[in-house]
């Protein structure tokens, strides 16, 4: 992709094709009289394809929507619009997809959105681990961005602190982490539906999962480069090693060479499944070490990517399936609201796992 992208602009340099883009069209075209805001915030982007277009400029209008001010300088990013019972006082967040916000954030002209929001996540509580997170990562995404030395340096001492807090998911014995579906922000995996016998699946199904440790190995990556951007050689060395170690340990024990896919091993040992055993499915979650780079560019961990392109497998007819047709309680439905079908990972694709 990076070649073909370095080809095309080439041979548009060589043809001097290059068009600067009318941004004032585009807003007022997208945006109407909220056109200013976008103007002096947004990156603009213009395409042959025009439901692409339509999707980019959809998804900053929501994005925008999504911005809470809390204070002088200070803002949040929610996840739902209105009140959810399992949000966070007194400003409605969710740590849960805060990686996500932030990724998609960075790209904001303005830094007050960011800074505050990351600040409220590292400074003042918001990052309560509620949900696992790689919130550390991200934030160091923005820095990538903006080259701020000195904010990202400000949240090294709390980043570290939140890191060291996930203790309470770790497995010394496997060295690796280990969460129940729910607390993933996963609710009805394979994990936690087999360990209910079938019967539900929203909580429990404790495994060791390629999400939580994927984070955690990109929380520790992103200390270490905060670290040496502080001078604290400590820091850098001691979290660098703790990535390697935990990517040894992934790629060791998650990768499951018979469905050549990286799945959760069970934490739980009841009546239905059995410590350690891997789950008897893929999942798109096996993907989530990539997100983060963790895995060695070698033959048999790319061997994945093929489920991911076969629509018997991970590719639906709208989207990415969150698990695979073979699956026994594929698609079954667990939970109505109102009823109507509630939210499930059994199936539907889901777009904070797609991402």
Known sequence: MAALAITLFTKCSEKNNFQSLDQNKLASQYYAEDHQWYLDNIPFFECSDKQIEEVYYYRWKLYKAHIRN??????????????????????????????????????????????????????????????????????????????????????????????????????????????????????????????????????????????????????????????????????????????????TDVQQNLWNSSLQHFTDRFKVNNKYVRYWDFIRGRELAGFAPWYFNLPDDNPVYNSAWKHLTDTSQLLGKHGFRTNEPSYEYYFKQFVYFEGQRGSQWNGPSWPYQSS
């Open 70 to 247: 809390t204070g002088p300088n200070k803002y949040v990013i929610t996840e739902f619009i209105n009140h959810v019972p399992w949000d966070r006082d007194p400003y409605c967040t969710i740590n849960a997809a805060s990686m996500h916000h932030i990724y998609e954030g960075r790209w904001l002209n303005d830094p007050r959105y960011m800074n505050g929001y990351i600040n409220y996540l590292y400074q003042e509580g918001g990052n309560n681990r509620r949900y696992s997170e790689s919130i550390a990562d991200a934030a160091y995404a923005y820095f990538l961005v903006n080259g701020d030395k000195n904010f990202i340096v400000a949240q090294l001492d709390s980043m570290k602190q939140v890191y060291d807090h996930w203790i309470d998911h770790w497995d010394s014995s496997q060295n690796l982490y280990y969460i129940p579906a729910m607390p993933d922000a996963t609710e009805y995996t394979i994990a936690s539906i087999d360990a209910s016998g079938g019967k539900d699946g929203f909580e429990g199904g404790d495994a060791f999962r390629p999400t939580i440790n994927s984070y955690i190995y990109g929380n520790a990556i992103a200390i270490s480069k905060i670290g040496a951007l502080a001078g604290d050689r400590v820091t850098t060395r001691v979290y660098f090693q703790k990535a390697q170690d935990l990517k």
